[in-house]
């Protein structure tokens, strides 16, 4: 069974900051998925990666993919009180069926 | 678009009570999955669906069935509900490409007591 773990748990920090996730597979993903979650609603997508060593860029949240396909990171340029939220990655192993880590909930402060 | 919709929102239930929770989705998508989110935990998948008629166990399956009768459909039933079903249940879909978009419902509390 694969597990994924996410680190930090919880974060805090004043807008403006820099800040980086980070998420370990015990095995390596098929196809990594970044999703955020607000209160009171579903996860939304933010970005799928599936090459070794790939980086992504979406406005300020920078992507990157391990070489060895079972880490990732997820860093953030000058948080926002509008990037509060529950940051999961998941691994997307057969188009429907996803494994989650236990998220990182993030807090930005004004 | 409506997307994903998921009825009820909210439910509490009685220890041993059925209840369906409904999931719809109108982008034809063949892909549906249930998960559920206990406090502060990522999603665990409990059900999923390749195509109507068609439905598979995920990793948390026990005390609760799917059935999947039309593209659009995919309900969740619980059988005889008990307090370590409490959570918060979402519905998903996608066009089954892997590494495709997955959209999810906007979740269905359940409290049992």
């Known amino acids: 069974t694969q597990l994924l773990e996410q680190s930090p748990q919880f974060l805090s920090i004043q807008e403006g900051e820099n800040l980086t996730v980070y998420c370990n597979s015990s095995s390596v993903f098929s196809s990594l998925q970044w999703y955020r979650q607000e209160p009171g609603e579903g996860p939304v997508l933010l970005v799928t990666v599936v090459t070794g060593g790939e980086v992504k860029k979406l406005k300020r949240l920078t992507f990157q993919f391990g070489d060895a396909r079972k880490d990732s990171s997820l860093h953030i340029t000058a948080a926002q009180p509008g990037d509060t939220g529950l940051y999961l990655c998941a691994d997307n192993n057969a188009g429907n069926m996803l494994t989650f880590g236990g998220g990182t909930r993030l807090m930005v402060k004004p | 678009n409506a997307g994903v919709t998921q009825t009820p929102k909210f439910q509490v239930l009685k220890t041993g009570q059925s209840m369906t929770l409904q999931c719809a989705q109108d982008?034809?998508?063949?892909?549906m999955s249930w998960y559920r989110q206990d406090p502060g935990m990522g999603l665990r998948l409990i059900h999923y669906?390749?195509?109507?008629?068609?439905?598979d166990q995920g990793e948390v399956p026990n005390g609760y069935n799917v059935s999947r009768s039309t593209t659009e459909d995919f309900p969740l039933r619980l059988l005889s509900a008990a307090p370590s079903q409490t959570s918060v249940y979402f519905c998903?879909?996608?066009?089954?490409?892997?590494?495709?978009?997955?959209?999810f419902g906007e979740g269905s509390w359940l409290t049992v007591v």
């Open positions: 669906s390749v195509g109507a008629g068609i439905t």
């Open positions: 982008m034809n998508h063949e892909y």
């Open positions: 998903a879909s996608t066009d089954g490409i892997s590494g495709n978009t997955i959209y």
